[in-house]
């Protein structure tokens, strides 16, 4: 309950940071729409900022604390919700890995070449293209697997209070974020930046605020001294 209470706790903050850093690039610099590599290129050099790697960064943490939650709901499940318990593991797992090494490959592979003028080949490869081989690994990631953990973690969770807070909030981030991945695939391009920021993001800072709290209950219920 300790390690769960701790990797909500780490959720939080990271995606409260990836937040922060996004609304600070978002008045801090113009809004940039893909065109081709060239103007990307021209638009990073011409307003250089930590802020999008740092964001980057936070997400890649998440995704593995993220890991470490699914596991802790896990131990923390009824018997007669051990399988979709295991399902939300298995499926938090194919998250970390899909949209963990998508943000690896922006602050490293994609930063050096770009600092090195090494530009054949990025177009695939950068976040900025939203339909690049990298960007659609991401939207899998996002919008399939985290969904379906989401949807898979809800069930544990019985009952009134914290835990049908938690259920709720699981649920409709599961469904935001399947929403999401359609619109991706009917490129609709409105609905993916509604879901998929304003909307996820509500999801998931009330289900992450929520978890914390429940196995700080948890934790305290169980030490010896309770």
Known sequence: ARLGFWAA???????????????????????YLWTNLPDYVAFVRA?????????RLSMLIFAVLFVVLANSIYDLAAPAHKS???????FALAFAVTTGAHYFIQISAVRVSIAHDALAGLEQVIQANPYSAVAAMNMLGWTVFFA????CAAPVFTGRGLARMI?????A????????????????????FVTMNPLMGGAVLA???ALAVYFRRAA????PAA
């Open 167 to 171: 259920r709720v909030a699981l649920i």
């Open 173 to 192: 981030n599961g469904i935001i974020c399947l929403v999401g991945g359609a619109s991706y695939v009917l490129e609709n391009t409105a609905v993916v």
């Open 148 to 151: 379906l953990a989401s949807l």
């Open 47 to 55: 307003y250089p900022s930590p802020l999008a790697d740092i964001a």
């Open 207 to 209: 289900s992450t605020v």
């Open 220 to 223: 305290k219920a169980a030490s």
């Open 84 to 90: 979709t318990a295991r399902l939300a593991l298995s």
């Open 9 to 31: 706790l780490g959720g939080v903050i990271t995606f409260v940071v990836f937040t922060v850093c996004f609304v600070l690039l978002a008045v801090g610099r113009p809004l």
